[in-house]
């Protein structure tokens, strides 16, 4: 598989993701209830407009709430259960294009029982060497994807292109 591993370790959801392998997505950060993941735009990812097309950028934020929802290093008894995407919703902000790197920033906001509900941020930036764009924040407001053991939040990895919220449930692993 690709850069799926984060500190030489695979997280087991990925282990047979041949989608998150051929679109060469790569694990930055796992936590509990967090992920950020990256990957670069390609030819075969546009649409006929010559940007991102919208099954890409909901598949790559999809990986990023499956990561973020699945344990890395499950607790015994944990490994007979999996947590599924009960429903999403996605707004596309801003286009995105050819060569761009996109970063999903996944956050755990709540959790009930059986029931979850992340949010997911998705930035387009262009290749290394642009800086990235500080985020516009009000004073005295965190920013929207602040948690503990998340990544820093001063910097966003480029500009906001969408905004995917995801509701999970845990099941039985059959």
């Not at 950060?29 to 030819?43: E, F, K, P, V, W």
């Not at 500080?134 to 966003?156: F, K, N």
Request: hydrophobic letters at 40%; glycine letters at 10%; a negative charge.
């Amino acid at each position: 598989m690709a850069e799926l591993t984060v500190s030489g370790g695979t997280h087991p959801i990925l282990k047979d993701d041949y989608a998150s392998e051929w679109m060469g997505i790569e694990v930055l950060a796992l936590d509990d209830g967090h992920s950020t993941i990256r990957m670069t735009l390609r030819q075969e990812m546009l649409n006929g407009f010559g940007m991102a097309h919208g099954g890409m950028i909901f598949a790559f934020g999809d990986t990023a709430f499956a990561l973020s929802c699945n344990p890395a290093n499950p607790l015994p008894g944990e490994d007979s259960n999996i947590t599924v995407a009960a429903g999403v919703d996605i707004n596309f902000l801003k286009p995105a294009f050819r060569g761009q790197v996109l970063t999903a920033v996944a956050n755990r906001r709540a959790s009930t029982g059986r029931s979850g509900l992340y949010d997911i941020q998705i930035y387009a930036a262009d290749p290394a060497g642009t800086p990235a764009a500080p985020l516009s924040v009000p004073a005295g407001a965190a920013p929207a994807a602040t948690l503990p053991g998340q990544l820093p939040t001063d910097i966003a990895p480029g500009e906001l292109i969408a905004e995917f919220r995801g509701r999970s449930r845990t099941i039985s692993k059959k």
